[in-house]
């Protein structure tokens, strides 16, 4: 039995040591993330709040799978995470995305995770449901008042 299992210990260091080669390889070849255009960095930002945030949570602070929040991924290395985009977790819900995204997706999609840039586009969104609140609020008081003069005669 020790055996199997330092086998499989075997096998699957050799299998990450392969893909990180690969990864290496691949993303000296692959275009940049600089260079890739931003009607595809949209796409990939659609993907990350659609798809993955359809197990991560639709702000992506925890669901069915776990929060995918800058200050949670802290300490996870980009090799890490790039390496679960890819390949999956192995028991869980989390699907391998190695056949539907690139490399140089995948490694946009960590950075952009990790970045600040991500933090001041939730707090925009939030800025603007806010404004949407507000400006609702002003509208039915509007009409309260509107309400109010008819009532009067005015």
Not at 36 to 58: F, I, N, P, W
Request: charged content about 25%; aromatic content about 6%; glycine content about 8%.
């Amino acid at each position: 039995m020790r055996n199997n299992y330092s086998a499989i210990v075997k096998i699957s260091l050799l299998q990450g040591v392969l893909y990180l080669t690969i990864t290496i390889m691949f993303s000296l070849l692959s275009p940049s993330i600089k260079a890739m255009s931003e009607e595809r960095k949209t796409e990939l930002v659609y993907l990350l709040k659609q798809d993955c945030g359809s197990c991560h949570g639709m702000t992506l602070k925890g669901g069915l799978g776990p929060s995918l929040l800058k200050k949670q991924l802290e300490g996870k290395s980009k090799e890490f995470l790039a390496y679960t985009i890819a390949n999956g977790r192995s028991g869980s819900a989390m699907p391998p995305w190695k056949n539907i995204l690139s490399v140089g997706d995948i490694d946009f999609l960590v950075s952009y995770l990790l970045s600040e840039g991500y933090l001041v586009e939730e707090t925009l969104n939030k800025e603007l449901l806010d404004k949407e609140l507000l400006n609702k609020r002003e509208a039915v008081q509007a009409n309260a008042i509107l309400e109010i003069d008819k009532g009067n005669g005015i």
